[in-house]
Structures are given as C-alpha cells and as structure tokens.
C-alpha cells in the first residue's frame, strides 16, 4: 500500500511539474512597442524591453531604435552580441576608432554575432534604423574609442 501511495505522489509531483498552468502567449505589434531612453542614451537612441531585462542578466531580447545621422563610436560587449536588423540599414565597422570608410551596411533582415571583445561601431546613415539585440547576461558596453 505504502509503495503505491508512494507511485500516486510522485506521478502527481512530475504531472504538476509538466503542466505549467501559467504559460501564455507574449506577443507585440509594432504599435504596442514601448520605447524609452535609458539614462546611458544621450545621442537620441531609444531602447525597447521585448523579454527579460538586459540591464538585470538573464535572457533577454531588446530592440534599439537609432535615428538618421547618428553613430556610436567604437566600443566592445563581454558577451556575443547577436543583431536583427528589423527596418533600415544598419552600418557596422570593425576596429578600435570610428571609420565611416570601414562600414558596411546591412539592409533590414539581416543578421549578424559580434562575438565578445571585438571592438566596433555604429552608424544610421540614410533613416532612422531598428536592430533587434538578444544576449544572455547583463548587458555591458565598454567605450574603447572616447
């Protein structure tokens, strides 16, 4: 008796386990984006939180809107930085100083990894430019062009 009372509990255990009853869809339109500027933006960059928090760790995926003209001079992550770009084109360029001859553009739909530590920059040359960000860890920029 003991032993099958024993079988009941852990089935039950196991099947609450496996059935989550709090899941539900989390879905955006691109209307219901909330965008907002994080204190370390003071270029016109504004940000948007879709799952987690980059500023806590964890998993994360953010997207960040860069109007026309704009550049971010070069810099590094410590961890790999994974870019979508959702609408525009998006300027990439490798190395340690801002060189608009070294960029190379990526329409929308693109992706790209910047792997940890490889130094790079930033520009939105012709419109405004959305890039879709996703880490794991807490999200870091170190400036090695000041």
Known sequence: MRRSMLSVLVFGAVTLMLCDTNKQIIAFTPAQVRWFTPSYYTDGRERAQLL??????????DRVKMPA???VPAHTHPQDELVTVIEGTWYLGEGTKFDSTNLKGYPAGSFMVIPAGVPHFVAAKEGTVIVQL???????TDYVEK
Do not use: C, L, V
């Open 52 to 61: 987690g928090d980059s500023s806590q760790g964890g998993a994360w995926i």
């Open 69 to 71: 003209g704009k550049r």
């Open 134 to 140: 996703n880490g794991n860890g807490k999200f870091q």
